[in-house]
């Protein structure tokens, strides 16, 4: 049996230039980190009592004769691509599906962790990262970017950019008072309502030629985030009106991106003492993050307590094996 941990992520900047139609000609750079919210992925060999093959267990269960019989898609390919059968795969996590903190492909780079070492292989994460990114982008043809991926497996509080052959992750170094504080200012609420991150990118990915500008003005505030981080004489104060700048440029990229209720949320939300901040993800609903600074924090909390607040604290692991217990396996002939 293995059991693997994946954090989820948030991203600040940059979300949009990490698009292949747009990093292929002009090069995309996101600043993210990930937190101690994670989704946790069991696999290990089903014993041959049973009238099926594999038990696939998320928000429903399958239980089906054969790989090709698999329902999810990124279970189903992912098994194809490493030749894996006759497996029991179960799915669980601190927070739900479809809420841009990218756990999909937190899923996805923690259940091909798993089966690496099911089969006694471990892998680095740069090789978890890209096979990841293959089987969602290509064989699950999932529209999207590339940093869900990176983030899940890397972890921390990183620069990633992307380059038409590749991409490179700078972890962001910085004094762990400068970033405790960074965190401190950081609120995270659940909106309530889910979306699917590829509708949403198939609709960003159609304005792109529309939006390069745009697109540029917010690959560049990566270096501006990241320049006040580093600089420790700097208001951290200008981390959050930057968040702002860039949340009001990004929810012009797509019609889908915001609506009218997000828009009451996080005019609301500045109101009450918010400097900036973002909805995350590829947009349309799930979780809102705000920079507000400390002495306003209470009455924020008070003012929202119609949404449901979910602490967090940032993390450096990035995916993990927390059990590793390989197992003997014959593979039957005829499958």
Same mark, same amino acid.
């Given at each position: 049996m293995i059991i693997t941990k994946t954090p989820f992520r948030m991203s600040f900047f940059g979300g949009g230039t990490d698009l292949k139609e747009f990093y292929e000609k002009y090069e995309g750079a996101v600043l993210s980190s990930t937190f101690d919210k994670y989704c946790y992925v069991t696999v290990r060999h089903l014993p041959r009592f049973f009238d099926y093959k594999n038990q696939i267990t998320y928000s429903r269960i399958e239980r089906v004769p054969g790989v090709d019989a698999i329902e999810h898609p990124l279970v189903r390919n992912a098994m194809k691509m490493l030749d894996m059968h006759e497996l029991i795969v179960t799915y669980d996590a601190?927070?739900?599906?479809?809420?841009?903190?990218?756990?999909?492909?937190?899923?996805?780079?923690?259940?091909?962790?798993?089966?690496?070492?099911?089969?006694?292989?471990?892998?680095?994460?740069?090789?978890?990262?890209?096979?990841?990114?293959?089987?969602?982008?290509?064989?699950?043809?999932?529209?999207?970017?590339?940093?869900?991926?990176?983030?899940?497996?890397?972890?921390?509080?990183?620069?990633?950019?992307?380059?038409?052959?590749?991409?490179t992750v700078t972890p962001v170094e910085i004094s762990e008072q400068r970033k405790k504080a960074l965190n401190d200012h950081l609120l995270l609420y659940f909106t309530g309502f889910s979306r699917f991150s590829a509708d949403i990118q198939d609709d960003t990915k159609k304005n792109i030629g529309n939006n390069t500008e745009t697109l540029l003005r917010m690959k560049a505030m990566v270096d501006e985030a990241e320049?006040?981080?580093?600089?420790?004489?700097?208001?951290?104060? =200008? +981390?959050?009106? !930057? #968040?702002?700048?860039?949340? &009001?440029?990004?929810?012009?990229?797509?019609?889908? @991106?915001?609506?009218?209720?997000?828009?009451?949320?996080?005019?609301?939300?500045?109101?009450?003492?918010?400097?900036?901040?973002?909805?995350?993800?590829?947009?349309?609903?799930?979780?809102?993050?705000?920079?507000?600074?400390?002495?306003?924090?209470?009455?924020?909390?008070? =003012? +929202?307590?119609? !949404? #449901?607040?979910?602490?967090? &604290?940032?993390?450096?692991?990035?995916?993990?094996? @927390?059990?590793?217990?390989?197992?003997?396996?014959?593979?039957?002939?005829?499958l």
């Open positions: 601190d927070l739900p599906a479809r809420t841009g903190l990218g756990t999909s492909s937190s899923f996805a780079v923690g259940l091909l962790n798993a089966f690496h070492c099911l089969k006694g292989k471990r892998k680095d994460k740069q090789t978890l990262a890209d096979e990841a990114i293959y089987v969602e982008r290509v064989l699950c043809n999932e529209s999207g970017g590339l940093q869900d991926q990176v983030a899940a497996s890397f972890g921390g509080l990183n620069r990633i950019d992307f380059k038409a052959d590749g991409y320049a006040i981080l580093k600089d420790e004489t700097r208001d951290l104060d =200008d +981390f959050g009106r !930057l #968040l702002d700048e860039s949340w &009001r440029l990004k929810r012009t990229t797509g019609s889908k @991106i915001s609506n009218s209720q997000i828009d009451l949320i996080y005019e609301k939300a500045l109101q009450s003492g918010a400097l900036g901040g973002k909805l995350l993800g590829a947009g349309g609903g799930g979780f809102m993050l705000f920079y507000v600074p400390q002495e306003k924090q209470e009455s924020f909390r008070k =003012d +929202f307590s119609d !949404l #449901l607040p979910v602490p967090f &604290r940032f993390e450096n692991e990035g995916t993990t094996v @927390i059990y590793y217990g390989p197992e003997e396996y014959e593979q039957e002939e005829a």
